[in-house]
């Protein structure tokens, strides 16, 4: 039987990694998981807790709005107000989509189609790729040369990224008709600054793009590191519109809580579409996410002290036994270079092996398209002592390094 639009896709790498695991465990081996990056953190209490309540009342089990209900789009206009400094009209300047991913996916609709091309960084987060594919359209990678590479310099100046970005677009055709960012970024954790994001926003009024800004790590930064949003820099709703999610910051990835804000046009067609696609999250779901960002704006906070302790942790334990990496500023990910002396297996098979000797699941980095083979990414979702458990298994099998 021939399919339409999954024909092209290559083999999904993390399942073959996620295979291994689960036969080691069916097994009988304590393999610790630090490749999916699915928090396992808590929610806000006080969210679970309206959450219950409100699935409770019957006046919340029908249909929804695709949109999101008034008082959920005026939350996320008052955090982007306190966080950002940001004015947001929750009427024309906010949507909300049931998780980043279809946020994305369903705006690549609306933005692109067959003939037309976007711009995406390399490597990359397989549906950043993968969205304007959907849609029909090309893509053309920007390799992310030059960001978060230094330690001393981990907010990054962009100037390799945005050189690149200038080639690619210049080089392209068609020329493309959209840009999809993310900072910081999955799963390089690179971020970049504010003067950057400038950039970017005067890049797209010269060129007539439009600039996609995933900002799902919004929240998750460390070391003094604020990550900017793009609405910040004057003129970008003019250009650009961005994703936020409740799912890292708030820890709510099953949540599939998120929201499109920014320029009113794109936010109005992506609207527009879903009003024919979707009658919304459960209302439930949307009453408990307006506690938490009203209620327990705080809990990102929380939520990334467990994760600095987690990094510190896995590049402190790692660098004890040589594979020294610089401690990312952002992100719940930690993107290690694979060691010099089994880079010839390629990430893959890298991967593979750590599964099968050290009992250690991470990501192959060839998952994250090109750029990304020589690399594993390790997800921050296990305490401590499993952390230090996963560094002794390693220790027992990189022991050349």
């Known amino acids: 039987m021939e399919f339409r639009r999954i024909n092209g896709l290559p083999p999904y790498v993390f399942a073959e990694i996620d295979a291994l695991k689960l036969a080691a465990r069916r097994a009988g081996e304590d393999v610790i998981d630090l490749g999916f990056g699915n928090?396992?953190?808590?929610?806000?209490?006080?969210?679970?807790?309206?959450?219950?309540?409100?699935?409770r009342n019957p006046r919340n089990h029908r249909y929804s709005s695709s949109r999101g209900i008034p008082k959920l789009r005026q939350a996320v206009a008052?955090?982007?107000?306190?966080?950002?400094?940001v004015e947001l009209d929750p009427e024309r300047e906010v949507v909300a989509t049931i998780g980043a991913k279809e946020g994305l996916s369903h705006l690549m609709w609306v933005l692109v189609g067959p003939g037309d091309a976007a711009l995406v960084p390399a490597p990359s987060y397989p549906i950043h790729i993968y969205a304007p594919l959907f849609a029909?359209?090309?893509?053309?990678?920007?390799a992310l040369d030059g960001l978060?590479?230094?330690?001393?310099?981990?907010?990054?100046t962009g100037e390799a990224f945005f050189a690149n970005l200038v080639e690619a677009f210049e080089s392209a055709w068609p020329k493309p008709r959209v840009v999809i960012l993310s900072f910081p970024h999955n799963p390089t954790t690179a971020c970049i600054d504010l003067a950057t994001m400038a950039r970017l926003v005067e890049f797209a009024h010269a060129r007539g793009v439009v600039l996609v800004h995933d900002f799902a790590y919004a929240e998750t930064a460390f070391d003094g590191y604020v990550p900017p949003s793009i609405l910040e820099v004057p003129g970008a709703k003019e250009v650009a519109v961005e994703l936020y999610t409740l799912t890292k910051s708030f820890s709510m990835a099953g949540w599939r809580m998120a929201f499109l804000v920014g320029n009113a046009e794109v936010v109005a067609a992506l609207a527009k579409l879903k009003s024919y696609l979707d009658y919304g999250v459960f209302q439930p779901i949307q009453i408990a996410s307006i506690v938490a960002m009203n209620e327990a704006s705080e809990y990102p906070k929380v939520v990334n002290d467990v994760y600095l302790s987690r990094r510190d942790a896995l590049c402190e334990g790692l660098g004890r036994i040589g594979w020294h990496i610089a401690k990312p500023k952002g992100t719940m990910f930690v993107w290690a270079p694979i060691p010099e002396s089994y880079r010839h297996l390629g990430s893959l098979e890298f991967a593979k092996f750590l599964v099968a000797e050290a009992k250690v699941a991470t990501a192959p980095g060839v998952g994250f398209g090109p750029g990304g083979d020589g690399f594993v990414r390790f997800a921050l979702i296990e305490n401590e002592q499993r952390i230090g458990q996963a560094v002794r298994g390693l220790r027992r099998v990189l022991d050349r390094l």
């Open 148 to 156: 978060g590479t230094d330690p001393d310099d981990a907010s990054g």
């Open 39 to 55: 928090p396992d953190i808590p929610s806000p209490e006080v969210a679970v807790e309206k959450l219950a309540e409100a699935a």
């Open 136 to 142: 029909g359209a090309e893509v053309r990678m920007v």
């Open 78 to 85: 008052d955090l982007y107000l306190r966080r950002c400094g």
